[in-house]
Each structure stands twice: as structure tokens, then as C-alpha cells.
């Protein structure tokens, strides 16, 4: 499974051009942009499998740090401040890795991805 079986190809190309400079990442404006936010609940389960790279349920800060050469062979490495600021944007459970947060025992990559949406979006089991 491959990112651009799931998301269009030339989207990918706009969002990691936009965070090409080091620092620059917004995961947010990033899965706006390469239009998981569109996708069904499916597809971005999928796309949450293919991050989680040793298939351990979660995505720890390792597997982050290469969120973007999942996307494209020639995407960069996160730096570790940006890697940081992901994981404790997305970490809700303080676990230190993205998966499950707090109450919900269940494997829900949506959360991982609409987590950033407030209540718009975002399943309702969040932040309860
Ligand atoms: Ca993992
Ligand atoms: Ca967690």
C-alpha cells in the first residue's frame, strides 16, 4: 500500500513542496492538503497503516520523524522539533506514540487524523 494508491499524487506533491523548508510543518495545513480530510473513514485507516511502518497499532515518534517519505521517496525528514510538536499535538494520552488515546481502547486512526479539527470532523468519542 502506497500513499498515492489512496490520496491524488499531484496534492502530495503541493503539500510536501509547501513544507519543503525545515521547520516549516504543520500537520494540520499537511493533511488538509493532501486531502485526508476528504477521505473516507477506510482511506484513512489505510493511510494510518502505511505510517505505522512496523505495524505495532501506533505511531510512535520514529515512525513520524519519516511521516514524509511515505508520501514521496524524496521527502525529507522531519527535524526533531518538528517531530516533537507532532507527536504532542496528536499525543492526547500522553503515551509518548499516536494510536488509541485515553478511553478509546479501540484502533481509530481517524482520531489521528481529525484530531487537529476540534469538533467538526472529528468523531465524537474524542475528548471524552
Ligand atoms: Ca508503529
Ligand atoms: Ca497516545
Known sequence: MAMKSILNPDDIKK???AFQAVDSFDPKRFFEMVGLKAKSTEDVNKAFHVLDADNSGFIEEEELKFVFKHFAAEGRDLSDKETK???QAADKDGDGKIGAEGKIKEYTATHFFFFFEGTSGSP???DK
Open 85 to 87: 510538536a507532532f507527536l
Open 15 to 17: 503539500a510536501l513542496d
Open 124 to 126: 465524537d468519542l474524542l
